[in-house]
């Protein structure tokens, strides 16, 4: 009868495979385009978007790293709400109709391999326009004021 020796698998504690490769976390967003429009009248616009881990690995703490802007400036703003749900602001104020004014907003995440994940941003601001109101009735002629 032989006798041998059968070797196994071993994986450490820190999660890394039979081959040494640690399992990482990976940022992920149902979203990673965004686009605002909102009119001359300054009335600000939000979108939200969870951030995921869809990695092996666990994640630290996702953070909004500086925001990066193509055109213009403050007119965005980014933040956590309710966990790692993320809100984008989008304030016209200010900013010129006919424009398209672009950002990046990074998520970072020291243990997530594909850090920073960066999410697009495009705005634009359209002339508020007053609503046009005809009046009229079928027995007297239309009278505007």
């Known amino acids: 009868m032989a006798f041998g020796f059968r070797r196994a698998a071993v994986i450490p504690s820190s999660g890394a495979a039979a081959g040494g490769t640690p399992a990482q976390a990976t940022l992920s967003s149902t979203t990673t385009a965004f686009t605002f429009v909102a009119n001359t009248s300054g009335a600000v616009v939000s979108d939200t978007t969870p951030i995921t881990n869809s990695g092996a690995g666990s994640l630290r703490g996702p953070q909004i790293g500086v925001i990066s802007y193509g055109s213009g400036s403050g007119w965005l703003s980014a933040q956590f709400t309710s966990g790692y749900v993320l809100t984008l602001t989008f304030d016209p104020t200010g900013l010129t109709p006919g424009t398209s004014y672009t950002a990046t907003v990074p ?38 004021t």
């Not at 994940?117 to 009735?137: H, I, M, Y």
């Open 107 to 144: 998520i970072t995440d020291a243990k997530a391999a594909n850090s920073p994940l960066n999410l697009s941003v495009t705005a634009q601001v359209v002339v508020a326009l007053r609503p046009a109101v005809l009046v009229s009735d079928s027995t007297s002629p239309l009278r505007v």
